[in-house]
């Protein structure tokens, strides 16, 4: 389901806050100490932090899994230990990196840290069994991004994946040689997305009353109109 940014609500779309670090130091005599230290830095913060268990529940409480966009993700992720998902806002993005890493690799799920365009390096993933979700949803990577996440993809420990988050723009500038990772979202029918969002919701009506046709013309109520 590709929509507009209007259609944010009707589909997960939340992120973690974006941590940030900042390095100031003094070198007087240097033997290869610091250095080594700002990359191992780098690498720590790259590593990201585990998403709490019960807050990926939370997120994927009213998510709403297309089928056909699920095999697709398994069958990629199957072959490569790296996925790109692409589409437009609200189209359920960060969501689906959950709920597909989630039955891959269970609750080690990070999210890796970085400054906004600041390069990155399949490298600095080290944990095995491990879930990564990496969001350029508001990046535009260098050309010859996507080639380099296929050349690199065996440099992930065994039994992990990393799912990246791309618009489908951004993708379509960076992502040539590597169309065999990259999966565009078609999301399910709005629909389905609604009816689960009122399933959780503190009606009082049922709310079958409200999505089911019209007695006096036959036809579905008409539940959303796009601006």
């Not at 260098?142 to 993809?153: H, S, T, Y």
């Not at 009606?203 to 109109?225: E, H, M, Q, Y």
Request: with cysteine.
């Amino acid at each position: 389901m590709d929509g507009g940014s209007e259609d944010t609500d009707l589909h997960d779309e939340i992120t973690e806050p974006t941590w940030t670090g900042q390095v100031s130091q003094r070198i007087g005599t240097n033997r290869g100490t610091v250095i080594g230290t700002l990359i191992e830095q780098g690498f720590r913060r790259l590593r990201g932090v585990t998403l709490p268990p019960a807050e990926v529940a939370a997120q994927l409480k009213t998510y709403v899994r297309h089928e056909d966009d699920d095999q697709a993700i398994h069958k990629i992720l199957d072959q490569w230990p790296v996925v790109v998902l692409t589409g437009a806002d609200g189209s359920g993005r960060f969501s689906t990196a959950l709920d597909v890493l989630r039955r891959r690799v269970g609750e080690n799920i990070r999210q890796v840290r970085r400054e906004p365009d600041e390069a990155f390096h399949t490298a600095g993933l080290q944990e095995t069994k491990t879930g990564w979700i990496l969001d350029l949803r508001a990046e535009q990577p260098p050309a010859g991004f996507g080639r380099e996440l296929v050349e690199d993809a065996d440099r992930l420990p065994e039994g992990s994946c990393l799912v990246v988050l791309m618009s489908t723009t951004a993708w379509a500038k960076c992502g040539q040689g590597a169309t065999e990772i990259a999966r565009p979202l078609e999301g399910p029918p709005r629909k389905d997305i609604l009816r689960k969002q009122l399933k959780h919701a503190p009606f009082a009506i049922k709310i079958d009353k409200w999505l089911a046709p019209s007695p006096s013309v036959g036809a579905s109520t008409p539940f959303c109109r796009r601006k």
